[in-house]
């Protein structure tokens, strides 16, 4: 089987930094996640962090010239879905 030669090379590379709050007796806050990536073969368009039944969209950035950066705050880890459009690429990624 032949792969067009139009499908666009898709490479993700994340750089995540996180923060986690200190825990006191029931008191449990969320941490807060950063994450940069960049896609090749996308130079322009948007990515979607999707909850996991990907019902409902949790955040969404900007690509440009091939990278994206997501900063917010999350309550606990989650497996959670990412749409990449043009293309309508999906992954799978843990965001602490």
């Known amino acids: 089987m032949a792969i067009p030669k139009l499908l666009p090379l898709l490479v993700l590379s994340f750089s995540l930094t996180f923060t986690f709050p ?5 008191n449990i806050k969320g941490g807060e996640y950063f994450i940069t990536a960049t896609v090749k073969g996308v130079d322009s368009g948007t990515v979607r962090m999707l909850s996991a039944d990907a019902n409902s969209v949790l955040d969404s950035a ?19 879905l990412f749409n990449i459009s043009p293309g309508n690429w999906n992954f799978r990624a843990f965001v602490e």
């Open 22 to 26: 200190t825990v006191k007796g029931q």
């Open 62 to 80: 900007a690509i440009t010239g091939g990278a994206f950066s997501m900063k917010g705050e999350i309550n606990m880890p989650e497996r959670l």
